[in-house]
Structure formats: structure tokens, C-alpha cells
């Protein structure tokens, strides 16, 4: 059965602190791994991952890909406030399917 | 402008009846989606609609169904709601198919009694 498993499920941290988001996957025909922030309403896109090794950064964001860990992780760098938000990883598949995370629920208090 | 719009923002009704959620993008993308988030923040994705091939996730009852009109706008209707249907349903649009770069609508939230 095809699956994606995020951890922490939460996570509580000050501002400026630097978090490191997991990601684990278990799909078949694995197409590429995304990340994605929401807050209050609407998923928006963070990243996607095809390659292993490869980091992807915006801003303080990264992510990076480990397809023999079959893995990744989102970093954030100096959180601020407005980092606060569940942060989705998704794993596509060779079918055209895409499979959720539980989601990451990140909190920064000032 | 909004890039990817959704009617209505909520909508109310009861065990039964049939109802739609339209979606529209202005993107000029090729790929259009339809997800579910259940009240546990749990995301699913519904349909892909691209190029007029339709992609259904296989866990989806056939009570639910998609309509294009044209590439700008994919519809979501729903025969025989039941009170499990209650969710917050989000369309989205790519503009390749690979799920790269959605842009999510602000959802629809639906709520069956």
C-alpha cells in the first residue's frame, strides 16, 4: 500500500530557530517528492524533488531528496512567525496519483 | 485577479440532494485537480483533468463526478451527498500534468446534514 509519513507531527519553536521537517515514502513507480505550505486556507507549492542530492532552496527554505533513504527533508532557517503553518510532503507515483503526508503542523512563537 | 477561483466559498445541505462546486483558473494551465481535505487536514486528491483525459483516483465513489467545459474550468458534482462527503474540497491547475507549481483555489467547504 502506497504511503507517506511525515514527522514531527508538530513542532513547537522561537523565532529564529532552524527546523528540519522528515519525510519518509513508500509508493510504486515513485515520480517525485512535494512540499507544500498551508496556512489558514489553501495549500500553496513549495518545492519538488526528482533527483537525489539535489537541494532546492527558496529563500530560508530547502529541501532535499534521498531516494536510496527513500526520503526528504524541508529545512527552515531563522523561522519567523509567518512560518507558522502544516507543511504537507506528497510523494507522486508512476500512475498519476499523488499520496499526502499527515502534514508537519509547525508553530514559532516569537 | 485570482488566479484559481471556487463557488461557493461554503455550502450547506442535506443527506440526498445533488450538488456542484465550480472552479475556474486564469493561469492558461493545461492541468486541472480536484482534492478533498477531511476535518483532519488530511489532503486527497479526487481528479486530474488534462488535455480532456481524465485521471480518477480509484478510492472516489462514482457519485462524484468532474465536467470541463473548456480548459479554463473544471466543475465538481455530487449525487446523493452523504455525511461523510463533508470536507473542505480545493480545485487546483497546473500547467504540465507532473503536479509541479499547483495553485490551489481557497476551497470549497461542504457540509452534509
Known amino acids: 500500500e502506497d504511503k507517506v509519513v511525515q514527522s514531527p507531527l508538530s513542532l513547537v519553536v522561537h523565532e529564529g530557530d532552524t527546523v528540519t521537517l522528515n519525510c519518509s515514502y513508500e509508493?510504486?513507480?515513485?515520480?517525485?517528492l512535494l512540499w507544500y505550505k498551508q496556512e489558514k486556507k489553501a495549500p500553496t507549492f513549495l518545492f519538488m524533488l526528482t533527483s537525489s542530492g539535489i537541494e532546492k532552496k527558496s529563500g530560508r527554505l530547502s529541501s532535499i531528496l534521498d531516494k536510496k533513504e527513500l526520503s526528504s527533508i524541508l529545512n527552515i532557517t531563522a523561522t519567523q512567525t509567518g512560518d507558522s503553518a502544516i507543511y504537507l510532503c506528497?510523494?507522486?507515483?508512476?500512475?498519476?496519483?499523488?499520496?499526502f503526508g499527515t502534514g508537519t503542523r509547525l508553530t514559532v512563537i516569537p | 485577479d485570482t488566479a484559481v477561483s471556487q463557488t461557493p466559498k461554503y455550502l450547506v445541505t442535506q443527506m440526498g440532494n445533488d450538488k456542484s462546486i465550480k472552479c475556474e483558473q486564469n493561469?492558461?494551465?493545461?492541468?486541472m485537480y480536484w482534492y478533498k481535505q477531511d476535518s483532519k487536514k488530511f489532503l486527497k486528491i479526487m481528479f486530474s483533468y488534462n488535455n480532456k483525459e481524465l485521471i480518477i483516483n480509484e478510492t472516489v465513489p462514482n457519485r462524484f463526478s468532474p465536467k470541463s467545459p473548456d480548459k479554463a474550468h473544471l466543475n465538481l458534482h455530487i449525487n446523493s451527498l452523504e455525511l461523510g462527503d463533508s470536507a473542505v474540497y480545493f480545485c487546483a491547475s497546473s500547467r504540465t500534468d507532473t503536479f509541479a507549481e499547483q495553485y490551489f483555489g481557497p476551497g470549497t467547504r461542504l457540509t452534509v446534514t
Open positions: 506528497a510523494s507522486q507515483t508512476g500512475a498519476n496519483n499523488l499520496f
Open positions: 493561469l492558461g494551465h493545461d492541468t
Open positions: 509508493v510504486t513507480n515513485f515520480r517525485s
